[in-house]
């Protein structure tokens, strides 16, 4: 069984820097991609950030130059590094990890976190 952790969010005003993180534990041979959604309310998830296990990365348009996606792959943790917040980047947070465990990928989601920006 796999599990993953968030942390980091909270209420930041406009402007301001949050930096959130997710930590996998359990029986896991390796992680491949790991990203960050979110979900606003009244809307769809949406794909935020991936990195693989490359470490390429990619972001949806609407934060490019003002978050950051990165691994500790020792610690099978990703993070996400949020500058310049804006209050459209009002949402639930999910980070999803694509682990091996027992010879088959499988994708585990955290449990959400939530990040308000006010003006």
């Known amino acids: 069984q796999v599990q993953l952790v968030e942390s980091g969010g909270g209420l930041v005003q406009a402007g301001g820097s949050l930096r959130l993180s997710c930590a996998a534990s359990?029986?896991?041979?390796?992680?491949?991609?790991m990203g960050w959604y979110r979900q606003a309310p009244g809307k769809q998830r949406e794909l935020v950030a991936i990195?693989?296990?490359?470490?390429?990365?990619n972001y949806v348009d609407s934060v490019k130059g003002r978050f950051t996606i990165s691994r500790d792959n020792a610690k099978n943790t990703v993070y996400l590094q949020m500058n310049s917040l804006k209050p459209g980047d009002t949402a639930v947070y999910y980070c999803?990890?694509?682990?091996?465990?027992?010879?088959?990928?499988?994708?585990?989601w955290g449990q959400g976190t939530q990040v308000t920006v006010s003006s």
């Open positions: 999803k990890q694509s682990t091996v465990v027992d010879g088959a990928e499988y994708d585990y």
């Open positions: 359990g029986s896991i041979f390796s992680i491949n991609a």
């Open positions: 990195i693989t296990s490359g470490g390429s990365t």
